[in-house]
């Protein structure tokens, strides 16, 4: 009886531990794939507004009547300067890194503007920061602007504007087209 107790404890063990691998790994990777195949279709460190379908693929949860825009950033040659230029309204940004964890999000309401520019960078290591790599950052450099740090050096942002009609979908897109992502002072590019 013990051992048969002792087996069901062990797959039971077994079970719960293949299950929170799967449902803690698996996302992430698709969304990494995902990620990945855009990159060589659109290029790093770029902006464009993404198909219906390509947006249902991604992002199943958001109505494919709304618009949304995608900045791949690679920020490991250098800071990544992103512009949003959106239509008044409501809209939201995010961003994430590129195993789809979630680092900054901001929407109409909390930035008070249309327009604005964030600053992508890659996060300073814990090396980094014991020995004070990134203490050559003024106060002024932080307070011009918004810096988002991502423990990834790739990533994405993301603009959400919902359309709910099919005529505003497409003046939305050309809106949110003036958007703009690239590496900051005109570093490496990155392919």
Not at 171 to 179: D, F, G, I, T, V
Request: proline share 6%; glycine share 8%.
């Amino acid at each position: 009886m013990k051992r048969h107790l002792f087996w069901a404890v062990v797959a039971l063990a077994a079970a719960v531990a293949a299950h929170a691998a799967f449902a803690l790994y698996v996302p992430g990777w698709w969304f990494s794939r995902q990620v990945e195949r855009l990159a060589l279709t659109h290029g790093r460190n770029s902006f464009f507004i993404m198909t219906p379908e390509q947006q249902a693929e991604i992002f199943p949860g958001l109505p494919r009547s709304g618009v949304a825009g995608l900045c791949l950033f690679d920020a490991a040659q250098g800071d990544v300067s992103f512009t949003a230029d959106l239509p008044q309204g409501l809209w939201v940004a995010s961003i994430y890194t590129g195993h789809a964890e979630p680092i900054y999000a901001v929407n109409n309401r909390q930035s008070g503007a249309d327009r604005f520019t964030l600053r992508l960078s890659l996060a300073p290591g814990l090396i980094d920061q014991i020995l004070g790599a990134s203490s050559n950052d003024s106060l002024e450099d932080l307070a011009s602007g918004w810096t988002v740090m991502s423990p990834e050096p790739t990533g994405l942002a993301v603009l959400w504007y919902p359309a709910p009609e099919a005529g505003v979908r497409a003046a939305a897109a050309e809106a949110m087209a003036r958007s703009r992502c690239g590496l900051l002072n005109g570093g490496p590019a990155a392919q």
